[in-house]
C-alpha cells in the first residue's frame, strides 16, 4: 500500500468507518459472471439485474476512473424503539443516505471532500451506490457475504457500504479474518417467510418482503404472498436476526438524529389515520423507497400486517380505512373486513 493509499484509508477510519479499501478499476470485471449464475438460477430475475451490467464495465461512464475507494460503516449502533422492531427494519430507521442531519451523511461528505483536497477526481452515488458495493467490498477484503446474501464485517451485517471512483492508481486490499457460514446452517434460508431466499447467495426479487413492502406488492388484495409478509410493513429483518454471525453485533449506544421523535408518530393504528401531507412530507423523505406519489402504500402495508395479526383493536381502523380518499386504500380496507369476516359495530353495543 502506498502513502496515498494508506492517507486515505487512515481518514475514512478516523471519520468513523469501521472499514476502507481501495481496489482496481479492473476487479469489478467478475461481478458479470456472478450476475449471470443470478439470473440462471433464477430466469425471473433478468429484468432487474440486467440493469447492473454496467457495474462491471465502469470505464464505459467513467473512462477517467481507475480505482474505487470502498467504505463500510456500522449502523448497528443506534437505538431501535421497541414497538418499531419487526414493523419497519432497522436499516430503513437509521439511513443515513439522504439524512442531512445524521453524522454519517456528513462524515460521508466530509470523506470526499478529503479526497478532492488531496487532488483525487471523485464520483459516487449515495443512494444505491455507484458499482455493486457488496462485490467491491468483497474484492478489497473488509468482509464475507454469508448465505443470506448480506455483507458481515466484524459488526456482522449492521453495516452500511459507500463507494467512490477515483482517478488514482492506488489498491488497499485486506485478509478478512471471519469464519464462513457453517456448512450445514440455513437457519436464514429456513426462516424466509415466503421462500425468497430459497438457497445459499441467492434470492428472488419479487417475493422478498422487504421488495413486496417497497417496490413490489402494488396490488395487496390479491399478492400471492400476503400472508407471509406478517407484520411487516417497511422491509423486514428476518434472516439477518436469525443469522447466528450476528448474535450480539447490535450494539445500541448512540439516538439517530429524530428516530425517537418520528417513532411516536408510528403504530398500525397511526399509519391509518395519518394525513397525506404528513406521509408525503415526514414519512416520505424519511423512507423514501416509496415515492411521494405512492405513500397510499403504507396505508395498505399496515392494513396487511393487521390482517395477518388481527386485535380486536384493529377494527375501527380498518373501517376507518374505507372512507379514505386514495382508492387502493379502500379496496384494501374491504378485503379486509371480508377476509376477517367483520361486522360493524351496531349502535348500542360494546
Not at 459507500?162 to 488514482?168: H, Q, R, S
Not at 408510528?266 to 389515520?273: A, C, G, N, T, W
Amino acid at each position: 500500500m502506498n502513502l496515498l493509499a494508506e492517507q486515505i484509508k487512515n481518514t475514512a477510519l478516523s471519520m468513523g468507518y469501521e472499514k476502507c479499501g481501495i481496489i482496481k478499476i479492473s476487479d469489478m470485471s467478475g461481478y458479470e459472471e456472478k450476475l449471470n449464475e443470478r439470473i440462471e438460477r433464477i430466469p425471473a430475475t433478468k429484468p432487474y439485474y440486467e440493469g447492473f451490467y454496467p457495474f462491471a464495465h465502469l470505464q464505459d461512464t467513467y473512462p477517467w476512473a481507475k480505482s474505487i475507494v470502498i467504505c463500510a460503516r456500522q449502523y448497528g449502533k443506534y437505538h431501535i424503539p421497541d414497538h418499531l422492531e419487526g414493523l419497519i427494519a432497522k436499516y430503513y430507521l437509521v439511513d443515513s443516505r439522504r439524512d442531512e442531519n445524521s453524522e454519517d451523511f456528513q462524515d460521508s461528505l466530509k470523506f470526499e471532500a478529503y479526497m478532492q483536497e488531496l487532488g483525487i477526481k471523485t464520483a459516487t452515488e449515495r443512494k444505491f451506490g455507484i458499482t455493486a458495493l457488496r462485490w467491491a467490498a468483497l474484492k478489497a477484503g473488509l468482509g464475507i457475504v454469508r448465505k443470506n446474501n448480506f455483507f458481515y464485517t466484524d459488526s456482522g451485517s449492521w453495516v452500511h457500504l459507500e463507494a467512490w471512483l477515483i482517478d488514482k492508481e492506488l489498491e488497499s486490499v485486506e485478509i478478512p479474518k471471519l469464519k464462513k457460514c457453517p456448512e450445514k446452517c440455513n437457519l436464514c434460508i429456513k426462516s424466509c417467510p415466503t421462500s425468497s431466499l430459497s438457497e445459499p447467495y441467492t434470492m428472488n426479487r419479487s417475493s422478498c418482503v422487504s421488495c413486496l413492502t417497497t417496490f413490489e406488492g402494488w396490488d395487496l388484495p390479491h399478492e400471492k404472498f400476503n400472508d407471509e409478509m406478517g407484520g411487516w410493513v417497511f422491509g423486514c429483518d428476518v434472516c439477518q436476526n436469525v443469522c447466528p454471525m450476528n448474535k450480539g453485533a447490535w450494539n445500541a449506544t448512540e439516538e439517530f438524529p429524530g428516530l425517537s421523535e418520528l417513532s411516536k408518530h408510528i403504530s398500525l393504528e397511526k399509519i391509518l389515520k395519518m394525513d397525506y401531507t404528513f406521509l408525503e412530507n415526514v414519512m416520505q423523505p424519511k423512507f423514501w423507497y416509496i415515492e411521494k406519489h405512492n405513500v397510499w402504500r403504507w396505508k395498505t402495508n399496515a392494513i396487511n400486517a393487521m390482517v395477518n395479526d388481527y386485535k380486536e383493536q384493529y377494527r375501527e381502523y380498518i373501517f376507518y380505512a374505507c372512507k379514505d380518499s386514495n382508492a387502493k386504500v379502500r379496496e384494501m380496507a374491504e378485503w379486509a373486513i371480508q377476509k376477517l369476516n367483520l361486522l360493524p359495530h351496531k349502535p348500542g353495543t360494546s
